[in-house]
C-alpha cells in the first residue's frame, strides 16, 4: 500500500527538535505515513506549496533567534511577494522546545506557526510549546500534543485501505519496535573496504571489493564540502573508505599550500581518533538518509545540530592543487600547545587556558567567532561499551539505511551511496554519544524490547511511557545518567548493533567562544574552558565530556611554572614555540632539564608573567602552608588527574626520579619546601611539605621573606619551596618545556559563526563578561590591541579617549567582568591591567571594573556594577556610539543585564520606564547590543 507522505522539518541549534522530530517520524510510520525527516534548510522549499501533511518543531535560540540550520528556510518564508494563499493546500502544525526563563520565550514556534497560517496553511492542532523549566522537560508538553496530533494527522491523510484498521499509538504501541532504521554488516576479520558503489537495498552483504583508489596523501580525513570544488576522487565515501580501509597509511593533516609537501603524518594516536571522526561523518549521511533527507548540503549539515550555511565558516586551502574545505564533521586536528588551569588550586571550579595550533589548516576566525570541538570519549569507556555489548571493536562494520527511499536513490544517483565503514571501535568512538549525553525515552523503549528480566521489562516499560516521563526524568536527565550508566543499571538488557545505533545519542560537538585574536596569535586559536562538573540530586558527581577531555589532554607546551608567555604579538609567539627545546624522553631526563633550565638562568625568563589566573597574585595556598618536618605530610585538596596537561603521577614521578625521593614520597602531598642539597647532577631535596603542591609548578627557591617563587634553584644550601604563586608580577620564572612523546594531543575542530560580531574600530565597546563569558571579550580586546599597534606603527598614538572618531585609531572599550574573588578566578587579571596601560581599555575607574562576588560580605554581581558605573556608560552609548556585548551564563546574567541597562537610560538619560525599555531594544534591533549566552 502506498503511505501518505509526511514532511517532518525540524530547526534544533543543540539536537532537541532534531529528537522530537525524528520521535515524530518513528511515530509517523506507526500511524502508517511515510515520513521525511530533516532540517528545515536541507529542504526544497519550492515543494511546499505541494506538501499535504506537514510538521515543523523548531526550537529557539540565542535571544529568541531561530536556530542555525532553519535560517535560510526561515529567510525564504517572510519573503514579501508570497501569496496569502500559496499554502492552502497543506495541513500542519508546529511544535515549538523553548525555556520560560527566556524573555522571548518560543518565538520561533510561534512566529512560524503564523506565518505558516498567514499563507494559507491550516493547522491540524493547536500550536504545542515545550518547556525546559517544565520539571519534566518538554516532553512534559510533547506528549499530549502528539497524542492529539495523530488521530487528526490520519485523518488528513485520507481514508486506508479496506480492512487496515485504523492505527494508534497507545502506551503498548509505545514500546513496541518497528523495523531498525539501519542495515548493519559486521564484516569478517580483516575483510578490506566494500566498493564505493556501496550496497542498496536488496544487494548481498558487502562482498571483498578491490581496494579504493589512492587517495592523495594529506587529504585522507577530508569530506568534501559541496561548495568546494573537489576532485572527484575525493567524494565523501571514498575518502572515508580510504581511511578506514587502509590501516597501513597513516592519516596525515592536510596542508594547504599547493606546492607543499605532503604533511607530517599524525601521531599514531591522533590518526585513531581521525579515523573515529571520519567513521562518525560517513555515518552522520547514513542516519539522515535514513530519515528521508536528500543527500543536499555538506554532509554533516543533513545530521549536525551547529551545520547550517549562516554560521558555517567553511574554510578553504589548497592541498597539492585541490581545495579543501574545513567544517562541520570535516575537522582539522589541531595540535594542543598549551593547557593550563587559571584558577586557584584551593577554588573548586577547573577552568582551563587551551591555545590550540592551528598550523597551515588556513582556518581563520573573527572575534566573536567560537570553536567547535569534538569531545573524544575516554578509551576506557569505549572498552566498557563494547564488552557490554560483546562486540569486537576490531571487527569491520558496514552501515546503511535499512530501507531504500528517495533520498538514497537520490545519493545512488549522485554517485554517493551512503555507507558507513569502520571499525566498531571508531563508530563507538566516533559516532556515539556513551559517557556524555543522556539517552532519550527512545533509547528506554529500544532497551525493554532486550531485557530478560521481568523486572527490568516492566521498569524499562514504564520509563518509555507518558506516565513514567516524570520519572524517567529524575532518574535520568536530572541524573545526568549516560547510556554507560543505564546500561549498567539494566544488565540483562543488550540491544543489537543496529538497534544501539539508532536509540544512542549521537556525538556532538560543543562550542567554546574562541579567547583570541588571529592577529596577535597568528595560527593559535585559544579558549577558556570551564570544566563542567556538578553534583546531582542524588549525591552522583558528573563531569562535562568535553571539557574534562580537554582539561585532561596534553599539551606540547608545559610550562614550568603557572605564568607563560601568552601576550607576545605579532607572531612572535608561534615560532617561538617552534623553537621548542626537543622533547626528552625520560621523565627524569625531562625534569631534570627543567631543573637545569633554572639552575643555570636564575632570571626570569618571562618577567611580565601572562596575568592568566588567579595565581599570578599571592594565593591563599601559598600563605596557608601547614609545613612539618621531613620529606612528607600533606592535605592537598585539588585532586585533578591533571594539572597543567600533565597527569599528576607522571609528575609526581619526574619529581621523585629527579629529587631522589622514594617511589610516593610525594603522593598525595602537599607543598614541599626545604633545602637543596647538590648531589652529582641530581638535585635533592629536604625540608617539608605543604598543602599547595601543584604539578604545574616547578623549583622555586625562597631567598628571602616574601620572595617566594622568584627564583630558581641555584646551589647547594638554598632553600626551596616545591609549589607555587608568584607574589608579584616580576617574580613568575616561566620556562616553556616541550612534552615528550607523539602523544600531545590534536584536537578535531572547526570554526562557527558567533552571535558577536565586533564592530569597525572607531566604535567604543562596553563589554559584559562574567565568568568564562569573557572568552570572546578577551579575543575583541586582543584584537583592538593589534590595531592599535598598527596605528601606532603607522604614526596615530594608541587608543582614542572619549569622543568618537573616524580615524583609524581604535576607540576605547570598557570591561565588566564578575568572577567569586580575586584569589579564586579572576581570569586574565593581568593582561586586563596591561591592556588598561596600553589604553585598550579606559582608564581607572571605568575601563576595567570587576564585580568579586565573594570578596565581600554582600554578594555583587556585574549587573550592580553596570548602576555604579552608569555615568560612563551612559556616556559611551549616548554620546560615542558604543555596542554593547554581552557573554556567559543563560540563566538569568543577561535578562538582569537588560534590567541594569533600563535603569542606567531611566537615571542617566532621564527616561521613562517604557521609554528605557524601548532604548535597550532599539539598541538590540541596530546591532549595539548583542549578547551570547549558553546554559
Ligand atoms: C556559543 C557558545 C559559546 C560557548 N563558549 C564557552 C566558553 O567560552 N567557555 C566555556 O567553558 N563554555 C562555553 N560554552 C558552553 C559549553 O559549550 C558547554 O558548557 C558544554 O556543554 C561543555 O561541554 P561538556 O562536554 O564538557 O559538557 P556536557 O557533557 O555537554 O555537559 C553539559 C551538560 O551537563 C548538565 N549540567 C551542567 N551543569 C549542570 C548543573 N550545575 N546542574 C545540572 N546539570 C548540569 C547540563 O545538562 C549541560 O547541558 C559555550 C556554549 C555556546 C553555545
Ligand atoms: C544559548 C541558548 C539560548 C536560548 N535562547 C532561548 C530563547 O531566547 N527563548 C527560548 O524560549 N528558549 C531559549 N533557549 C532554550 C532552548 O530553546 C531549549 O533549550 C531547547 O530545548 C533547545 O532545543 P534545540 O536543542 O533543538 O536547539 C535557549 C537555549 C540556549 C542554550
Redesign the pocket.
Known amino acids: 500500500m502506498e503511505k501518505p507522505r509526511i514532511t517532518i522539518l525540524y530547526g534544533s541549534q543543540t539536537g532537541n527538535a532534531q529528537d522530537v522530530a525524528e520521535r515524530l517520524g518513528r511515530e509517523a510510520k506507526q500511524m502508517l505515513l511515510s515520513p521525511a525527516v530533516m532540517p528545515m534548510d536541507a529542504y526544497d522549499v519550492a515543494q511546499l506549496p505541494s506538501e499535504r501533511l506537514l510538521l515543523c518543531v523548531a526550537s529557539t535560540t540565542g535571544q529568541g533567534d531561530p536556530p542555525d540550520n532553519m535560517k535560510r528556510f526561515w529567510r525564504f518564508m517572510l519573503r514579501k511577494g508570497l501569496s496569502p494563499d500559496s499554502l492552502s493546500a497543506v495541513q500542519f502544525s508546529v511544535f515549538g522546545l523553548g525555556d520560560s526563563n527566556y524573555p522571548k520565550y518560543n518565538v520561533t514556534a510561534k512566529k512560524l506557526f503564523r506565518r505558516l497560517e498567514s499563507l494559507g496553511a491550516r493547522p491540524l492542532v493547536p500550536l504545542g510549546l515545550g518547556n525546559d523549566q517544565h520539571p519534566a522537560g518538554y516532553e512534559a508538553a510533547l506528549d499530549p500534543w502528539a497524542l492529539s496530533l495523530w488521530p487528526a494527522a490520519r485523518q488528513a491523510a485520507g481514508p486506508l485501505p479496506p480492512g487496515v484498521p485504523p492505527p494508534t499509538i497507545d502506551a503498548a504501541s509505545l514500546v513496541q519496535l518497528g523495523e531498525p532504521k539501519y542495515k548493519v554488516t559486521l564484516l569478517p576479520p580483516h575483510c578490506p573496504a566494500p566498493s564505493a558503489a556501496g550496497t542498496a537495498e536488496g544487494a548481498p552483504p558487502p562482498p571483498p571489493p578491490p581496494p579504493p583508489p589512492a587517495q592523495p596523501q594529506g587529504h585522507h580525513l577530508r569530506q568534501p564540502h559541496p561548495d568546494v570544488a573537489l576532485p572527484s576522487e575525493q567524494s565523501a565515501q571514498s575518502v572515508h573508505v580510504s581511511s578506514a580501509s587502509s590501516p597501513a597509511q597513516t592519516p596525515t593533516q592536510p596542508s594547504t599550500a599547493s606546492h607543499e609537501a605532503p604533511s607530517a603524518p599524525l601521531p599514531p594516536a591522533a590518526a585513531e581518533w581521525a579515523e573515529a571522526v571520519a567513521m562518525a561523518a560517513s555515518f552522520r549521511r547514513v542516519a539522515a538518509a535514513a530519515s528521508g533527507c536528500p543527500p543536499q548540503g555538506p554532509p554533516s549539515s543533513q545530521s549536525s545540530t551547529h551545520a547550517a550555511q549562516d554560521s558555517l565558516i567553511v574554510n578553504t586551502g589548497a592541498n597539492q592543487g585541490h581545495t579543501i574545505a574545513y567544517g562541520p564533521w570535516c575537522p582539522y586536528f589541531a595540535r594542543m600547545l598549551r593547557n593550563q588551569r587559571i584558577t586557584a588550586s584551593f577554588h573548586f571550579q577547573d577552568t582551563r587556558h587551551i591555545e590550540l595550533d592551528l598550523g597551515d589548516s588556513g582556518l581563520t576566525y573573527e572575534p566573536g567567532d567560537?570553536l567547535a570541538v569534538l569531545?573524544r570519549t575516554p578509551p576506557a569507556a569505549v572498552d566498557a561499551l563494547l564488552k557490554r555489548l560483546s562486540l569486537d571493536g576490531s571487527q569491520h562494520v558496514c552501515v546503511e539505511p535499512a530501507e531504500h527511499n528517495a533520498a538514497t536513490a537520490a545519493a545512488a544517483a549522485a554517485g554517493q551511496p551512503v555507507v558507513a565503514f569502520g571499525t566498531v571501535r571508531a563508530l563507538v568512538q566516533g559516532a556515539l554519544d556513551i559517557a556524555?549525553?543522556s539517552p532519550r525515552r527512545y533509547f528506554f523503549q529500544v532497551l525493554q524490547n532486550f531485557a530478560c528480566t521481568e523486572l527490568e521489562r516492566e521498569r524499562l516499560a514504564y520509563f518509555a511511557t507518558a506516565e513514567g516521563r516524570d520519572d524517567l526524568y529524575r532518574y535520568n536527565q536530572k541524573e545526568?545518567r549516560t547510556v554507560l550508566e543505564v546500561l549498567a543499571d539494566f544488565k540483562t538488557a543488550t540491544p543489537t548493533l543496529e538497534w544501539f545505533l539508532e536509540a544512542c545519542p549521537l556525538l556532538a560537538p560543543?562550542?567554546?567562544?574562541i579567547?583570541s585574536s588571529l592577529r596577535q596569535h597568528p595560527r593559535q586559536a585559544h579558549?577558556?574552558?570551564?570544566v563542567?562538573n556538578?553534583t546531582t540530586p542524588y549525591k552522583r558527581q558528573?563531569r562535562?565530556?568535553?571539557?574534562?577531555y580537554l582539561a585532561a589532554s596534553k599539551p606540547l607546551l608545559h610550562d614550568s611554572s603557572r605564568t607563560t608567555t601568552t601576550t607576545d604579538a605579532g607572531g612572535g609567539e608561534h615560532s617561538e614555540l617552534a623553537h621548542q627545546q626537543p622533547a626528552r624522553t625520560s621523565s627524569q631526563q625531562h625534569a631534570l632539564a627543567s631543573l637545569q633550565a633554572l639552575q643555570q638562568d636564575g632570571t626570569p625568563s618571562n618577567p611580565e608573567g601572562s596575568g592568566l589566573g588567579p595565581d599570578d597574585v599571592p594565593s591563599a595556598g601559598i600563605h596557608q602552608q601547614q609545613c612539618v618536618n621531613g620529606v612528607v605530610g600533606s592535605s592537598h585538596q585539588g585532586s585533578d588527574a591533571s594539572e597543567g596537561g600533565v597527569e599528576r603521577r607522571e609528575f609526581e614521578q619526574q619529581q621523585e626520579a629527579l629529587l631522589g625521593l622514594g617511589q610516593g614520597a610525594l603522593a598525595s602531598h602537599g607543598c614541599f619546601s626545604g633545602t637543596l642539597q647538590q648531589a652529582g647532577g641530581a638535585a635533592q631535596l629536604s625540608g617539608s611539605s605543604s598543602a599547595d603542591f601543584d604539578g604545574s609548578h616547578m623549583y622555586q627557591t625562597t631567598t628571602g621573606p616574601g620572595s617566594q617563587g622568584r627564583v630558581g634553584l641555584k646551589a647547594a644550601g638554598d632553600s626551596v619551596v616545591v609549589a607555587g604563586s608568584a607574589p608579584t608580577k616580576e617574580g613568575m620564572h616561566a620556562s616553556k618545556v616541550a612534552q615528550p612523546g607523539n602523544d600531545v594531543e590534536h584536537v578535531a575542530v572547526w570554526v562557527e559563526r558567533?552571535a558577536l560580531r565586533m564592530p569597525p574600530p572607531h566604535v567604543p565597546l562596553i563589554l559584559i563578561g562574567p565568568g568564562?563569558g569573557v572568552?570572546p571579550f578577551r579575543a575583541m580586546l586582543e584584537e583592538r590591541q593589534a590595531q592599535a599597534q598598527a596605528t601606532s606603527t603607522s604614526g596615530t598614538a594608541g587608543c582614542t579617549q572619549g569622543a568618537p572618531n573616524n580615524s583609524a585609531s581604535p576607540a576605547p572599550c570598557t570591561l565588566f567582568f564578575g568572577c567569586r574573588s580575586r584569589a579564586a578566578d579572576f581570569y586574565y587579571g593581568q593582561q586586563w591591567h596591561e591592556l588598561q596601560d596600553q589604553g585598550v581599555l579606559l582608564p581607572p575607574p571605568d575601563g576595567l571594573v570587576v564585580a568579586f562576588s565573594r570578596d565581600q560580605p554582600s554578594k555583587v554581581y556585574v549587573t550592580h556594577k553596570l548602576r555604579e558605573h552608569a555615568a560612563c556608560v551612559w556616556s559611551l552609548i549616548s554620546k560615542n556610539g558604543a555596542s554593547v556585548f554581552v557573554s556567559g551564563s543563560a540563566q538569568q546574567m543577561p535578562a538582569n543585564v537588560v534590567s541594569a541597562l533600563e535603569d542606567v537610560a531611566q537615571e542617566q538619560g532621564g527616561m521613562g520606564k517604557e521609554e528605557a525599555s524601548k532604548f535597550v531594544r532599539q539598541l538590540e534591533l541596530t546591532g549595539r547590543f548583542c549578547v551570547?549566552a549558553?546554559?
Open positions: 567560537v569531545p556524555g549525553a545526568g560543543r562550542l567554546f567562544s579567547s579558549l577558556t574552558v570551564a563542567v556538578y558528573k562535562g565530556l568535553c571539557s574534562s558567533g568564562t572568552a551570547e549558553w546554559s
